[in-house]
């Protein structure tokens, strides 16, 4: 795998645990807000969601505007054309 596969790659998990998070909201929300610290609402969401640990920091980065249908649509497809760019398509 060359290095331009592995970053597409690695967004395309994140975009992936993005729309995850947001397709869950309600979970996500009572998971962070549930948590005592940073660290336990990252571990509680990488549970949740079945993520690592880059994946749950970008879900829990991710602002309240961002949950809208156009930025969640927006995310979804960048997410769709990373995929339609990898060898597998996956």
């Known amino acids: 795998m060359d290095e331009d596969e592995r970053q597409m790659r690695q967004q395309l998990m994140l975009h992936e645990a993005l729309v995850q998070a947001m397709d869950r909201r309600d979970e996500v929300f009572k998971v962070i807000e549930d948590s005592q610290d940073k660290d336990e609402a990252i571990r509680r969401v990488g549970q949740l969601l079945g993520l690592g640990e880059l994946g749950s ?3 829990l980065d991710l602002q309240a505007k961002a949950f809208t ?3 969640r ?3 979804a497809s960048f997410a769709e054309e990373l995929r339609s760019r990898l ?4």
Do not use: E, M, S, T
């Not at 060898?87 to 996956?90: A, S």
């Open 69 to 71: 249908r156009d930025r």
């Open 57 to 59: 920091r970008a879900v």
């Open 87 to 90: 060898p597998d398509g996956r």
């Open 73 to 75: 649509q927006a995310i």
